[in-house]
């Protein structure tokens, strides 16, 4: 295919190719439900079927949409503000793969503020939570940005690890710090839900829409707007395109990385408090639930643009209340899903073949 | 609190087998990384094997079988890699994050159902005389056969890359995919064939994890033990005997949080458990910090996509 007399060669375009950056996410969506259905199949079950009860049935099955609709929005606001953040440092080749660890600090240090007023009500509550949810995500994913920018220090790894040091501290406050102390020794933290000052309810009923959600849409015009206008956006895209046209242009690496990895911090951070205050309501141990290692596969097939992100996110809810309810219809277990959305992102690299070398058919006469 | 239950020999034979695992994934990654390529996977990687080995020692019966099943679903679930990133040319970054993304979920579906069952395991190696020293007789030399082989396996890749012709390319290649592909080597094959090597060893690493280490089949049950055989490589600056000290490094640390967890220390289960990663982290700070020394040694082409323009 590469080399010697092959039919098709690949010719590197100059500029990857903006017809393609676009249609390869559904070319990839459409591969997945394929290859998909055939491992449901594989499964026992009745491909067809089980494509339509994830993809159709949240959205349009009188029985299930009025529960699954509003979840699309509660499953989609922390992937979307997550991935929002990852693209930034994505753009840049800086790798934030920690965000489920800012995510979980956002999330503890945001509770930790409310439960610190607990139960005092004041309207300054709930906005000192989300100052405190997005300083703690920023901070935890600070540290992976100094030791890359003073020791040089792999920022992939060091993110990582730190996710599982942020899964023990959680589990620790869950069993001590902050258990509800009239919980009857459970483990957990109180209810926020039923904490007025500190709660994140939904906004208008039956639609799933709460402050979190808000945030994601606004995030996403903002970012946007960044990307486009601003000169901090052209300074990501041309860090991650050429470090030496990076420092002629006057961008300072390290401010780079520390924007990224700190702005991707505060969002997951976001995220976590938003979630915590909101549709989870509680600090456990199983209180994340992977939405920082799914928002990676959300910016990528968001292309790592804004309103592709908005989509992917949207899309990436849908396949998770849609995996919900097959297990639930079909049995079928619930990290088939897991597996449906890393095959997703397998389609997508795949295709971008497409969007970065043009196929060039020849025939070559063997002499 | 009495430290004199813990015994020398029991610690330093335990922490054998704790590195065992993640050196062998770091030995197959150090090979994958020595041809220039970057496979983010291992995680997942490891978690299949964990998956398959258990599966296959279950069904067969024999913890021998097991490996086998182990090293040829690292074998397989690598190909996806390296099917993606030489011959479809993608970034290798995000191609490994979604191989640890896609293993971690087709692990858990395909073991589903295989929770709580004890899996075969092999008998101990015993030498004569040799086993029965005190000592190092219990200590060293009366461990599961996998435990040799892994060092054995360090050995050979150390002979392989600076002994052999083969190895010599393989270098090249990840020193220097244009100049290697001027020369008329087949960069896009030398790697293809290294990937599944890092393959098929992560897969015998999370073999040992699910068949001897634990032994028993839970989700996620890897735990960022394949990460942790990413760092160990660039801990061991790409050279295979250091691997060796990295790996035996992190199961003294596994070993002593375990230990002192069970002791009973004042400190909290919760933190004791973080050790492993956060000495992690202190490693890669102070290996890097030390750039001349971290970089010397780093393939020249490490992550770089080779497209052969002609």
């Given at each position: 295919m590469l080399t010697g007399?092959?039919?098709?060669?690949?010719?590197?375009?100059?500029?990857?190719?903006?017809?393609?950056?676009?249609?390869?996410?559904?070319?990839?969506?459409?591969?997945?439900?394929?290859?998909?259905?055939?491992?449901?199949?594989?499964?026992?079950?009745?491909?067809?079927?089980?494509?339509?009860?994830?993809?159709?049935?949240?959205?349009?099955?009188?029985?299930?949409?009025?529960?699954?609709?509003?979840?699309?929005?509660?499953?989609?606001?922390?992937?979307?503000?997550?991935?929002?953040?990852?693209?930034?440092?994505?753009?840049?080749?800086?790798?934030?793969?920690?965000?489920?660890?800012?995510?979980?600090?956002?999330?503890?240090?945001?509770?930790?503020?409310?439960?610190?007023?607990?139960?005092?009500?004041?309207?300054?509550?709930?906005?000192?939570?989300?100052?405190?949810?997005?300083?703690?995500?920023?901070?935890?994913?600070?540290?992976?940005?100094?030791?890359?920018?003073?020791?040089?220090?792999?920022?992939?790894?060091?993110?990582?690890?730190?996710?599982?040091?942020?899964?023990?501290?959680?589990?620790?406050?869950?069993?001590?710090?902050?258990?509800?102390?009239?919980?009857?020794?459970?483990?957990?933290?109180?209810?926020?839900?039923?904490?007025?000052?500190?709660?994140?309810?939904?906004?208008?009923?039956?639609?799933?829409?709460?402050?979190?959600?808000?945030?994601?849409?606004?995030?996403?015009?903002?970012?946007?707007?960044?990307?486009?206008?601003?000169?901090?956006?052209?300074?990501?895209?041309?860090?991650?395109?050429?470090?030496?046209?990076?420092?002629?242009?006057?961008?300072?690496?390290?401010?780079?990385?520390?924007?990224?990895?700190?702005?991707?911090?505060?969002?997951?951070?976001?995220?976590?408090?938003?979630?915590?205050?909101?549709?989870?309501?509680?600090?456990?141990?199983?209180?994340?639930?992977?939405?920082?290692?799914?928002?990676i596969i959300v910016a990528f097939l968001g292309r790592l643009n804004p309103f592709g992100i908005l989509l992917a996110g949207l899309l990436m809810a849908l396949t998770y209340i849609g995996g919900e309810l097959a297990q639930f219809m079909l049995g079928l277990p619930a990290a088939a899903i897991q597996a449906f959305q890393g095959m997703l992102l397998f389609f997508l690299l795949a295709g971008d073949i497409l969007t970065n070398y043009r196929p060039k058919f020849t025939y070559k006469k063997r002499l | 609190m009495d430290f004199s239950s813990l015994s020398p020999v029991a610690l330093l034979a335990s922490l054998m087998v704790a590195a065992t695992p993640i050196m062998l994934a770091a030995i197959g990654e150090l090979v994958v990384e020595k041809s220039g390529v970057l496979n983010l996977g291992v995680e997942g990687m490891m978690i299949v094997g964990a998956v398959c080995g258990f599966i296959t020692a279950v069904e067969t019966g024999s913890a021998w079988f097991g490996l086998l099943g182990a090293a040829l679903g690292g074998i397989l679930i690598s190909s996806i890699f390296a099917f993606l990133t030489q011959i479809l040319l993608a970034n290798q970054v995000a191609s490994g994050l979604a191989l640890t993304l896609f293993g971690l979920g087709v692990s858990a579906m395909i073991g589903n159902g295989y929770t709580g069952i004890k899996p075969p395991g092999f008998n101990t190696v015993h030498i004569p005389l040799l086993s029965d020293l005190p000592f190092i007789g219990p200590a060293i030399l009366s461990h599961d056969p996998i435990v040799y082989i892994g060092i054995l396996l360090v050995i050979l890749v150390w002979y392989f890359l600076n002994k052999t012709k083969n190895g010599l390319v393989l270098r090249a290649v990840g020193e220097n995919h244009d100049a290697a592909h001027a020369l008329g080597y087949k960069v896009i094959w030398i790697r293809f064939s290294a990937i599944l090597f890092g393959g098929m060893c992560a897969g015998l690493g999370g073999a040992y994890l699910s068949l001897v280490r634990v032994p028993q089949w839970t989700e996620g049950m890897t735990a960022g033990a394949g990460w942790i055989a990413l760092a160990i490589v660039v801990f061991a600056s790409w050279k295979p005997y250091r691997l060796i000290l990295g790996a035996y490094l992190f199961g003294g640390v596994t070993i002593m949080q375990l230990n002192l967890q069970a002791l009973g220390v004042e400190i909290g289960i919760a933190y004791l458990s973080m050790a492993p990663y956060l000495v992690t982290i202190i490693v890669l700070v102070m290996i890097s910090s030390n750039h001349l020394r971290s970089s010397a040694n780093a393939p020249g082409s490490l992550g770089r996509i080779f497209h052969a323009s002609q």
């Open positions: 007399n092959g039919m098709i060669r690949l010719e590197k375009r100059p500029q990857p190719s903006k017809k393609w950056t676009s249609i390869t996410p559904f070319l990839a969506v459409l591969a997945t439900m394929f290859v998909g259905g055939i491992m449901f199949w594989a499964l026992g079950q009745d491909p067809i079927e089980a494509i339509r009860i994830i993809f159709w049935d949240p959205l349009f099955n009188p029985q299930f949409a009025s529960y699954a609709r509003p979840q699309i929005l509660v499953k989609a606001g922390p992937l979307v503000l997550i991935a929002l953040g990852l693209s930034l440092g994505f753009r840049a080749n800086i790798w934030n793969i920690g965000a489920e660890g800012q995510y979980i600090i956002g999330a503890i240090c945001g509770a930790g503020v409310g439960l610190a007023f607990y139960p005092s009500e004041g309207w300054f509550i709930f906005p000192l939570m989300v100052i405190a949810g997005a300083l703690g995500g920023f901070l935890w994913a600070m540290i992976p940005a100094i030791l890359k920018i003073k020791f040089n220090t792999n920022e992939i790894l060091v993110s990582l690890m730190l996710v599982y040091v942020a899964e023990k501290i959680l589990v620790s406050v869950s069993l001590g710090l902050m258990r509800n102390p009239e919980g009857g020794g459970f483990p957990g933290s109180r209810n926020l839900q039923y904490y007025k000052a500190a709660s994140n309810p939904e906004l208008i009923s039956g639609t799933g829409m709460h402050w979190g959600v808000l945030v994601a849409i606004a995030l996403t015009c903002l970012t946007y707007i960044m990307l486009t206008k601003h000169i901090l956006g052209f300074q990501i895209k041309i860090s991650g395109q050429s470090n030496k046209a990076a420092r002629f242009s006057g961008t300072n690496p390290s401010i780079i990385t520390a924007i990224c990895l700190g702005v991707s911090g505060a969002l997951a951070g976001l995220a976590g408090l938003f979630e915590v205050s909101g549709p989870s309501g509680q600090i456990s141990i199983d209180f994340n639930v992977g939405y920082g290692f799914t928002a | -």
